[in-house]
């Protein structure tokens, strides 16, 4: 199971507001790997959440996010990349609450920040032509902690540069029972370091983008232990008109190393002549932004994925709003 943002509001006559909340977290379902159970899959990670304006935030202050994001499977590739021809479908739809504070302290140069991410997800899976797995119906995914340090106002380039620094760790006690081949705990805990930023080039245009690389421990009583992994978000952005952007955004996950299993990082293919347990999946769209009064923000998205290993290859709506608190 794989699934884990960026906050930000602009006004002219206000000046810039820029909001940024740390890592989020978001299940994604990828399970191609099924057959063959007893191999891990990786932990959820941010796909697509991070985006427009990544590095930037406000003042310090206390903000809520909210993202619900869709996920349809539409195919579950090989490790070749190629549709294994399975109808099973593995959809969910995920509302993560985010918390906020960014301090006033002041930290190598920057504000010192702290998030919580506390994910909520339902997970259905259906096969025609046979037996799909079982998931479990409760719905707590695993919480986030994140600790940052925000630099705001800089130049690169000569250009406005803002850019943040998270270490995040994911503390498996979520809803998960081994009678549930699907849970929405990864059940290990997991240790996320990302650095994002904003370059902006005029008053028109921006660019963003979050590089962010994962270690997982091993599952929790077992021996299973799903590689490391790097995942980034990235976007233009262009003003159309007062508060209103629009935004080509991508996202890429890939697999670092192979899974293991009590240290054997060839366990997998010796014992069950698997050719990689890599997986990888590259998502692009277009969205759409809109910044309100007092800090609020809309932002909706959609990805379409392509290059699918080892994964499900589908269709991810995204839609975030912030609240300044």
Do not use: C
């Not at 490790?79 to 609450?97: P, Q, R, T, V, Y």
């Not at 301090?103 to 920040?113: A, I, S």
């Not at 650095?195 to 080039?201: E, G, K, Y």
């Amino acid at each position: 199971m794989k699934t884990t943002f960026t906050l930000y509001n602009t006004d002219k006559q206000n000046g810039q507001r820029l909001l940024s909340a740390g890592l989020l977290f978001i299940l994604f379902i990828t399970t191609a790997k099924f057959a063959y159970a007893q191999d891990p899959v990786l932990p959820p990670t941010n796909l697509g959440l991070a985006n427009m304006y990544d590095g930037i935030a406000g003042k310090p202050g206390f903000v809520y996010v909210n993202y619900m994001q869709a996920y349809e499977t539409h195919q579950f590739n090989n490790s070749a990349g190629k549709d294994s021809g399975s109808d099973l479908k593995i959809n969910s739809l995920l509302s993560m609450h985010q918390f906020i504070y960014l301090t006033p302290v002041k930290l190598l140069g920057g504000n010192l920040g702290f998030t919580v991410l506390i994910p909520v997800v339902k997970i259905t899976a259906t096969s025609q032509s046979g037996e799909a797995p079982t998931f479990n119906p409760s719905m707590l995914g695993d919480i986030v902690q994140g600790t940052a340090i925000q630099w705001s106002d800089k130049k690169l380039f000569g250009k406005p540069f803002s850019h943040r620094a998270e270490l995040d760790v994911s503390i498996p006690i979520g809803s998960y029972s081994k009678e549930y081949a699907i849970n929405p705990s990864a059940h290990l805990v997991s240790v996320g370091a990302y650095h994002a930023f904003t370059l902006i080039i005029n008053q028109k245009v921006s660019i963003s983008a979050r590089n962010q690389f994962n270690y997982n421990t091993h599952v929790i009583g077992k021996q299973d232990k799903p590689g490391a992994f790097y995942n980034g978000n990235y976007s233009i952005e262009v003003a159309l008109i007062k508060n209103l952007h629009i935004e080509a955004a991508a996202y890429y996950l890939a697999q670092l190393n192979q899974d293991s299993y009590d240290g054997d990082h060839n366990y997998y293919t010796n014992q069950y002549g698997m050719q990689s347990t890599k997986q990888q999946v590259l998502g692009y769209g277009p969205g759409l932004i809109y910044t309100g009064r007092a800090g609020l923000l809309i932002e909706g998205k959609v990805f379409f994925e392509t290059l699918a290993k080892n994964t499900t290859q589908g269709v991810r709506p995204t839609l975030r709003v912030a609240i300044p608190l």
